[in-house]
């Protein structure tokens, strides 16, 4: 049993690693001996975060800004021309618009359908000869899929195509995973709920808004970096190779027992 969570030596993939929950689990593979490659859309603070998560192992920064399938494919092209195989892709990145029913846009769907879904179903599709490349049985290659309360239940965010694509990459990572079981690939489907970034910054600004929201969570609080890095570790190693078509929640309780 020794090793059961051991990922050092994996190459991964982490999009949207430079910043937010993309960068924390960027930094917990990194210092669990992975070698890791971050995008952004920005060279800059993607050259910023792998130089500093460099500090505790390997870390590249590839900038990308992964809203068309193209763009998908050149990251790929980059990472195909650096690494023959690649044994974990976090599917990360993630794009939200909110605005009233009244008045949300149409434009408000394409882009947002764009970088949650077809994004990542384009990096895998794109990635499996390097994905294959290092997976066995009892060692399979991994893709974790970040998805959303917001698409498991109707959390009131006015976030309709946010809501509609974190759905949409629920259901495609089980599709996936029935289809890449056989080739040792796992998917899985990461279920968040609340944690403190960028993107929930508009949820947060009021202190009583943070209160009513905490006021939700069973278990009384946001999630953390060790919450993310921790269930992101077990399915990335020999502890979670078991697991494939799952959607995992990690929510403190607000799916299962609110
Ligand atoms: N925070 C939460 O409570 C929460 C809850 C449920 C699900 N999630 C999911 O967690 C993931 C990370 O979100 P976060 O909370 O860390 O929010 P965030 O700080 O806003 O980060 C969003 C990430 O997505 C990247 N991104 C956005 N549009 C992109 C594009 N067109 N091309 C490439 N990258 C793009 C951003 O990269 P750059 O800006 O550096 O380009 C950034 O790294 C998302 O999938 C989100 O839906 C978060």
């Given amino acids: 049993m020794t090793g059961l969570f051991d990922i050092s030596g994996k190459v991964a993939l982490v999009t949207g690693g430079a910043q937010g929950l993309g960068r924390m689990i960027a930094e917990g593979l990194v210092r669990a001996g992975a070698r890791v490659y971050i995008t952004s859309r ?4 993607c050259e910023q975060t792998a130089r500093e998560l460099s500090e505790f192992g ?3 920064p590839i900038p990308a800004d992964l809203t068309t399938p193209e763009a998908a494919t050149a990251l790929v092209n980059e990472i195909k021309s650096r690494e ?32 949650n879904v077809q994004g990542p179903f384009t990096l895998v599709r794109d990635l499996l000869p390097l994905l294959k490349a290092g997976a066995t049985a009892e060692n399979p ?3 974790i899929n970040i998805g959303s309360l917001a698409g498991a ?6 976030a309709y195509s946010y809501s509609a694509s974190k759905a949409a990459i629920h ?4 599709v996936l ?6 080739s040792h690939i796992t998917v899985n489907a990461v279920v968040l709920g609340y944690f403190p970034t960028q993107m929930t910054a508009h949820i947060r600004k009021e ?11 069973p278990l009384g609080r946001l999630g953390t970096p060790e919450d993310i890095v921790g269930l992101i570790t077990f399915l990335s190693s020999r502890a979670g190779a078991y697991v494939t078509g799952s959607e995992m929640y990690l929510d403190g309780g607000l799916s299962g027992c609110a």
């Fill in 42 to 45: 920005k060279a800059d603070i």
């Fill in 58 to 60: 390997e870390c590249f």
């Fill in 84 to 115: 023959s195989v690649v044994h974990i892709l976090i599917n990360n990145a993630g794009k939200t618009w909110g605005a009233p029913l009244e008045s949300f846009p149409d434009k408000a769907w394409a882009s947002v359908m764009a970088v």
């Fill in 141 to 143: 290659a991994r893709v």
């Fill in 153 to 158: 239940k109707a959390e009131r965010l006015s």
């Fill in 171 to 174: 259901h495609l990572s089980k």
């Fill in 177 to 182: 995973a029935a289809d890449l079981a056989e």
């Fill in 207 to 217: 202190d009583d808004e943070t209160q009513k929201l905490l006021a939700r969570v």
